[in-house]
């Protein structure tokens, strides 16, 4: 295992860090407290258009794919850093155009999307003009079994027809957002493998409908969000697929690898923001006359909080490792250790940053513990829970001693 970065990830790092010090974290907190004073909140600000304009003539844009054609080149062991270091703030994804869900959408594009489908929408996602969603889990079912899925993707001459009901599809709820991937059964009686489709729809194709905005932990995270969305008999031409009927689970894979890596190194970015709160609250405060970070079992906290870091970390860069080396099919066992691993790690370190800022920690006015702690909690569901990937490793595992 090699996790040295190359002389192009370091350099790309270099200049992420130096752009988030001078330019993001001086306007995130007044960025913040401006949206929160608006009546209508599902809107994008002038400064992250700003930001975004710099950004991309700095070069730093799009540096989540592998490829030059369409991204910066860089490996995933070199986005991964970057991506740590954006996960310190909540706005620097979507200001570097790596924001999820547009990223796995763009890959599953450059993947497995025709020509004809590069051509509509790969420029204007690309260019950050548009934002995407991805529709995937379903209110009616367990969606950690999406074998289980019943929205359909139904072919009727030459058209696909889409009905059902998908929520928690991320991002839907943002202005720019204006076309899907929806995920749906397409071929009942096939391989359990072989029975669901993708398919690229317009929010504006008739039957498409938000129906509500769902909050978490009562904050709807304005302007991104997760949406409840209705697909009522939709019709589309046949040409909307992606890569065929189908294929549905094989671009689902393809997608979540390389996705999960970025989605865990984010977290870590998150988890190292936390600690520094945490350390700065509990050395500025005294409580019986010494400071809280010498009271307890508070030392155990930091010390525990550290190496747990750095353990994920490393975790993490060897799965980002092994898709570089061995691609997503010699990788299935670290993508879903990272996954099982990662956000249960910072969901822990925020807890305990809340306890040591006291009634401060529930509080969102003051920092952005509230948040972190809402983000932790939904990573550990967003591309399966925790549960599944324990599963996922478990069965590899037991695999290596199936003929001893």
């Known amino acids: 295992m090699d996790f040295s970065i190359s002389e192009k990830g370091q350099d790309y790092l ?39 304009e710099k950004a991309r003539a700095r070069g730093l844009w799009n540096m989540f794919f592998p490829d030059e054609k369409y991204g910066c080149g860089l490996l995933n062991s070199d986005y991964a850093l970057i991506a740590e270091e954006t996960g310190r703030s909540f706005i620097a994804p979507e200001i570097f155009n790596c924001n999820a869900p547009d990223t796995g959408n763009m890959e599953v594009l450059i993947h497995y999307g025709s020509e004809e489908q590069k051509a509509e929408w790969l420029p204007r996602l690309l260019s950050g003009e548009i934002r995407s969603a991805f529709c995937m889990t379903e209110p009616a079912v367990a969606s950690s079994d999406a074998t289980t899925m019943e929205a359909t993707a139904v072919v009727d001459g030459d058209e696909v027809v889409l009905n059902g009901r998908k929520w ?38 008739p039957g498409v409908k938000i129906e509500r905005m769902l909050p978490v932990f009562g904050e709807y995270d304005e302007p ?3 949406g409840e969305v209705l697909f009522d008999n939709v019709r589309l031409p046949k040409s909307a697929f992606i890569a065929g009927p189908g294929r549905g689970f094989e671009i689902a894979q393809g997608r979540l690898g390389p996705g999960r890596v970025h989605h865990c190194m984010r977290a870590i970015g998150a988890a190292e923001r936390t600690l520094e709160l945490l350390i700065k609250r509990a050395t500025s405060r005294e409580a019986f006359g010494r400071p809280l970070a010498k009271l307890g079992g508070n030392p155990d906290i930091i010390a525990n909080a550290r190496m747990s870091i750095e353990q994920a970390r490393l975790l993490t860069l060897k799965c980002a490792w092994a898709l570089d080396t061995k691609g997503i099919a010699g990788a299935i066992q670290e993508v879903a250790m990272i996954k099982a691993v990662v956000p249960s790690m910072l969901q822990t370190i925020v807890d305990q940053a809340i306890q040591i800022h006291g009634g401060a920690g529930v509080s969102d006015d003051d920092f952005p513990l509230t948040q972190l702690f ?8 967003a591309d399966g829970p925790d549960e599944v990937h324990r599963a996922t490793v478990a069965r590899l595992e037991l695999r290596k001693y199936k003929n001893q």
């Open 168 to 205: 928690w599809s991320t991002g839907i709820g943002h202005p720019d957002c204006k076309v899907a991937i929806f995920m749906g059964l397409s071929e009942p009686d096939a391989h359990k493998h072989r029975r669901h489709s993708m398919v690229l729809v317009p929010l504006d194709a």
């Open 14 to 52: 270099r200049r992420v860090k130096a752009f988030m010090a001078e330019e993001i974290f001086p306007v995130e907190a007044q960025y913040h407290k401006e949206l929160a004073s608006l009546e209508n909140r599902w809107v994008v600000l002038p400064v992250i258009k700003e930001l975004k």
């Open 374 to 381: 809402a983000y932790a909690r939904v990573l550990r569901l």
């Open 224 to 226: 991104y969000g997760h």
